[in-house]
């Protein structure tokens, strides 16, 4: 046996293969606690394929230029939508180019529109219920709508390709699934957005409606595009075209929709829709639906569902029987359910964040018979916590709109303290409804002057400029007569005071000594104020009389600031406040025009009041600004005044600008009068006009 050296026979020790370790996931970086922790990223839908990506790389270009572009795009755009014909699918689950599909379709002409309306028909159950498609098939929707409106009116000149109607009988296609729609996350909305048009009673009621949902994913520049557009589209038209009845078949349409929703529904799940996020927005538009279109005895079915017993007084449990024939068939079963149940639920939902919406939409639709039940039931017994509710406020506000004399004379019979409450925390829609309501009813408004004199602590007092200040502040309390720089905030007015650093009404908050109680204006002041210049002669006098009695230099700060400035504007627009006040107003500022017109918001009002006054008091408000027209001329809000006051021609032929200026009234009176229906005959309002200035 040969011999073996021991060096080679010598080896290493038996190593193991080592492990291969499983990589760990990382953990996301930990947000915020008020972030909802995001899903794990899945694969993307694309229930119609994927996207070609040099399609997409083309997309982009056409976004870009849309950006650009202004007016040369008519041709460059047919030529996208033929690029995209037959792949409109496709784009609308995309992630990116349905973005840019929805800009598109705002943009091209109406053939277009159809064209691309055309493509989605048969597959709108799979879109609405897409995270993306439910976004496209909302913006075709609304496109739609414009484009059978233009048809309607007659502004469309394009000749339309057979079969390429914009009915939206089309969208029947959805009525086996609209039931689930309802509880979907995408496609609610869907749905939301379509039963608003389809209730819809005139194209101005749409095109209010299209004015609310904001176009919140398409760019700046085509929303001012699409403006642009739209106003092309919409010149010519008068209001007894827009005002036109919308077609029948929209009223038909949404009653199968609301037909199908209700017959499928039960009452628990309606109610769990009324608290839903997601759902409650579709429930709304149902109810509005429900409650005012079709037949007076088929109304409020969705009601009694959602709210059973609440208005005949009686109450039924509607449930569901017979499961495995009928398993949605909707079968009234009497049940005791006691009606302090229904009133708790409604008082429950009216103070939700949710369904307090619900609520708002219940008490503004429902029959006169049943509102009046409602409120005696649900409302009235526990006014002076609901109108203190954060939430629950609103829907009083709602309510108060409605209310009788009688209705209202019980809702002012709340304890001073309640009315106070609701100004020191802010929630003044209640108080404003109230002095809305008695300003349309035309009686108790020396009832509601009281109570807003009470609620801001100036009952007894007779000076009206504090209570004007207590209301504009929402400061019921001495704070503000014990601040002199709030009453007269610039002790010696600049000729250019949009260059100081501070300017408007009251100190900034951080310069005020109490920053949680500043001075300031707010918004729920300032409308309070509006509405109580809409009461009557002898009742609006308390604001009347509380501007006049402030100095020259207040008044400026009050035309200096973007809220309290619109108060002055309400005293001129309101019919219901005296010609002589007006005048006093108008006179107070001559010699301070120059400083008033020399600022970014007094220029407005300053043009309002100049165009408020007579000759005789144009005239003076032109020479007074003789002496500072040079510095006018070259302020940057001044000359927009001297536009109007055409000084040269003043000076050079006074009787020529007498006449210019009478015509100008005069094309405003006519103006307004053809806006409100009443035509008078020629020279008639230049005759009151110059009567009117012969009585001073």
């Known amino acids: 046996m040969p011999k073996i050296d021991k060096e080679k026979r010598q080896r290493g020790k038996k190593h193991k293969k080592p492990k291969q370790e499983e990589p760990v996931p990382e953990e996301p970086l930990a947000g915020p606690s008020w972030m909802a922790p995001q899903p794990a990223v899945q694969e993307l839908d694309q229930p119609f394929g994927a996207l070609d990506p040099d399609l997409k790389a083309y997309l982009r270009s056409v976004d870009l230029k849309l950006n650009e572009w202004r007016d040369t795009e ?69 496109v739609a709508a414009e484009s059978l409106q233009d048809e309607t009116i007659g502004d469309d000149i394009s000749e339309p390709e057979p079969g390429s109607d914009l009915s939206f009988e089309r969208l029947l296609e959805l009525l086996p699934v609209c039931p689930s729609m309802l509880s979907d996350l995408f496609a609610t909305h869907v749905l939301s957005d379509l039963l608003l048009i389809l209730s819809a009673r005139s194209w101005s009621e749409l095109e209010a409606l299209r004015e609310q949902a904001s176009e919140w994913r398409t760019s700046k520049a085509t929303r001012r595009k699409h403006h642009r557009i739209q106003q092309q589209n919409n010149r010519g038209n008068t209001a007894e075209s827009t005002s036109k009845p919308i077609p029948e078949e929209f009223a038909h349409i949404s009653k199968q929709f609301a037909d199908k929703i209700i017959s499928e529904i039960g009452s628990e799940d309606l109610r769990r829709c009324a608290f839903d996020q997601v759902a409650s927005s579709s429930l709304q538009a149902l109810l509005k ?156 408004e020396a009832a509601a002057v009281q109570i807003v004199s009470k609620a801001f602590g100036a009952e007894n007092s007779t000076d009206r400029a504090m209570l004007v200040n207590r209301i504009l502040t929402l400061q019921p309390d001495e704070t503000i007569e014990a601040d002199s720089d709030v009453v007269n905030p610039d002790s010696k007015p600049s000729m250019y005071p949009n260059r100081l650093k501070s300017g408007g009404y009251g100190p900034r908050r951080s310069q005020h000594p109490n920053a949680s109680r500043s001075s300031e204006p707010t918004v729920q002041g300032a409308l309070i104020l509006q509405s109580m210049l809409r009461l009557s002669d002898p009742h609006n006098s308390v604001v009347c009389e509380g501007i006049d009695s402030m100095t020259a230099e207040a008044r400026i700060s009050l035309s200096r600031s973007p809220i309290a400035s619109r108060v002055l504007d309400a005293m001129i627009d309101s019919p219901t406040v005296s010609a002589k006040a007006k005048r006093k107003l108008i006179s107070s500022f001559i010699g301070q025009y120059h400083i008033l017109a020399d600022y970014k918001l007094g220029s407005r009002v300053a043009e309002n009041l100049y165009k408020a006054g007579d000759p005789f008091l144009r005239e003076k408000v032109a020479r007074s600004l003789f002496e500072h027209e040079q510095s006018l001329r070259q302020s940057m809000y001044g000359r927009f005044l001297l536009n109007h006051v055409n000084i040269p021609l003043l000076k050079r032929s006074p009787e020529e600008w007498k006449r210019a200026q009478a015509k100008s009234i005069q094309e405003a009176a006519s103006a307004a009068s053809s806006t409100s229906g009443k035509r008078k005959r020629n020279g008639d309002e230049i005759e009151e006009v110059f009567q009117a200035s012969k009585k001073r």
């Open 289 to 444: 639906i429900d409650l005012t279109l079709g037949k007076s005895k088929t109304r409020g079915r969705l009601l009694e569902l959602l709210l059973p017993g609440l208005t005949s007084g009686q109450s039924h449990l509607l449930g569901f029987t017979d499961k495995g024939k009928h398993p949605h068939k909707r079968v009234a079963t009497l049940g005791s359910v006691p009606p302090t149940q229904v009133i708790a639920l409604f008082d429950s939902m009216a103070r939700d964040k949710v369904a307090s919406h619900v609520v708002e939409i219940v008490v503004a639709h429902v029959p006169d018979s049943i509102f009046r039940a409602i409120w005696k039931n649900c409302l009235a017994p526990s006014l002076a916590n609901l109108v203190n509710d954060p939430v629950a406020n609103f829907s009083i506000a709602t309510a108060t709109t409605r209310l009788n004399e009688s209705e209202v004379s019980d809702l002012m019979k709340l304890p001073a303290a309640s009315w106070a409450a609701t100004v020191a925390s802010g929630r003044t829609g209640p108080l404003k409804a109230l002095i809305d309501r008695t300003a349309t009813l035309g009686s108790l």
């Open 74 to 142: 008519t041709l460059f755009l047919d030529a996208t939508v033929g690029e995209l014909k037959g792949k409109e699918l496709v784009l609308a689950t995309d992630p990116e180019c349905s973005k840019i599909l929805e800009r598109i379709s705002h943009v091209v002409d109406h053939g277009a529109k159809r064209a691309l309306l055309r493509a989605l028909s048969g597959s709108y159950p799979t879109l609405v219920k897409h995270r993306f498609g439910s976004h496209v098939c909302q913006t075709f929707l609304k």
